[in-house]
């Protein structure tokens, strides 16, 4: 196969062509959703992020298994191991069971990404259903001399993993740095850990912990990292193609998951590390954690106080991808609004396509313009640069349909089927009815000259339920 498609590795810190381990098969693990709380803007970042990724590749011909977790234990409040387990606080406020409130908001997951139009993943793995599988790797970990118990918990053993390993290489962070600077926190009388950068691969399971599991060290449940790298393994080899994630994660999350397989295998994990950047509101970080967040069912509705109007599923779609994944992208309304017009705008030329009239001449080279589009997606994704093709695509088109310029056949049909599988196909943008303002107005002056031919008649039975 070509291999025309290259990729920003975080792990080189360069752009590299995207050659599979087992072509023509690629596979891809993200990080879901801990499934705690309704998904808000910052969480369809990811989300489509790694969708058009899996269209792309899937369009380039390669044959895609597309993994996606979701965590319903193990994900603490603090990432030093400290405070309650996410799912359990969320479940004790609401007086329900841990798995039922797990139930709850991965349904609503799972509608808020069919309203996005994202693939769903080949496999979506929970993290409760996979536990032996994380006992076994952590059990690896321990004989290969990088983990240690402590009353019934297992820590992962950070300093005697580095003098082997290079702990740090995905975030460029040194542990020595680490220490000095504070970053984990300082060992007191009361602490297991023999270094306080090292981090949990089990908890012991206090009294009144609901969510617990039997293992060789006692009854307990699992940290928060190790689920990523076994069910990766389990699911996609080892090692395996891409990891994607946002970047919030790649530290510890993501550096704990290579060394954990890196323990426990003695292989490098994945070849590719690719990272989302963040959505920003008012220029910090969109999390649950700082209580800054909206919606995405917010969004849909317009019920929130920083939202002037509603935004459809296709309007945030349209504005993620107007932006390269790898740039900060900063909400506000105005923006929104903005990407509004450019989604109706986009959607309403393509619509004009199967009404333009073929010429004998083109006054545009149309397969120069389709392969700078494709060239704008080789380009590590750069759907930022495709956008600003695609607008020339519908300048041309409007300018067909007005009779300025004009089209051949053969170039029309090729225009027309490109065109369609890039905005559909690859970007995922559909039309959506609330959009389309050209046929509810068609729609409303039918109603009106039925209404009118049926006063005409004298007919003011029917005139009356078309006023209504």
């Known amino acids: 196969m070509d291999h025309p498609l290259s990729l920003y590795n975080t792990l080189t810190r360069k752009k590299e062509n995207f050659i599979p381990l087992n072509e023509p098969f690629a596979g891809i693990y993200v990080c879901g959703p801990t499934v705690y ?51 359990l606080k969320k479940a004790r406020l609401e007086q329900l069971e841990p ?51 402590v009353n019934g918990s297992v820590y992962f053993d950070i300093e005697g993993y580095s003098k082997k390993n290079n702990y740090g290489k995905l975030s460029g962070r040194i542990l020595e740095d680490l220490v000095a600077g504070g970053t984990g926190r300082e060992l007191d009388s009361q602490s297991e850990k023999r270094n306080p950068n090292d981090f949990a691969l089990w908890k012991k399971a206090m ?16 940290g928060w990292h190790i689920e990523c790298s076994a069910m990766s393994a389990k699911y996609l080899g080892e090692p395996f193609d891409i990891h994607g994630g946002g970047m919030d994660l790649l530290f510890p999350h993501h550096e704990c998951e290579i060394a954990q397989s890196v323990a426990a295998t003695g292989k490098e994990p994945v070849k590719y590390w690719v990272h989302n950047n963040m959505i920003t509101i008012n220029g910090q970080k969109m999390g649950k954690s700082l209580g800054n967040f909206i919606t995405l069912d917010e969004f849909f509705t317009g019920n929130h106080k ?50 333009l009239k073929s010429g004998e001449t083109s006054t545009i080279d149309v397969k120069a313009l389709i392969a700078r589009c494709y060239e704008s997606m080789n380009d590590d994704l750069n759907t930022a640069l495709m956008m600003a093709e695609l607008f020339e695509a519908v300048r041309y088109i409007n300018s067909i349909h007005a009779g300025n310029e004009t089209i051949t056949a053969e170039d029309l049909k090729f225009l027309s089927k490109k065109m369609n599988e890039l905005i559909t196909d690859v970007l995922g943008l559909i039309p959506e009815e609330t959009s389309s303002n050209g046929l509810t107005d068609d729609l409303m002056n039918l109603i009106i000259s039925l209404r009118a031919e049926a006063k005409a008649k004298k007919d003011f039975s029917t005139s009356d339920k078309l006023r209504d």
């Open 207 to 222: 009294p009144e912990h609901i969510m617990r599991w039997e293992s060789p060290w006692g009854s307990g449940f699992p």
């Open 99 to 149: 798995m039922e409130v797990a139930q709850y908001y991965t349904l609503r997951y799972h509608a808020n990404m069919v309203a996005l139009n994202t693939h769903p993943p080949s496999i979506e793995p929970r993290a409760t259903g996979h536990i032996m599988e994380q006992i076994a790797m952590i059990e690896k970990i321990i004989e290969h001399g990088f983990g240690y118990a």
């Open 306 to 355: 920083a939202l002037t109007q509603a935004f459809s599923p296709m309007t945030i779609r349209f504005f993620m991808l107007q932006a390269h994944y790898r740039s900060t992208l900063d909400f506000s309304n105005t923006a929104l609004q903005a990407a509004e017009k450019g989604y109706n705008k986009l959607m309403q030329s393509f619509s004009l396509m199967s009404k």
């Open 37 to 87: 709380g309704d998904a808000h803007l910052g969480h369809a970042r990811p989300a489509i992020t790694f969708d058009l990724l899996h269209r792309y590749l899937k369009h380039l011909g390669y044959r895609v298994r597309y993994v996606r977790n979701i965590t319903d234990v193990g994900h603490l409040e603090n990432d030093a191991d400290e405070g309650e387990d996410k799912m």
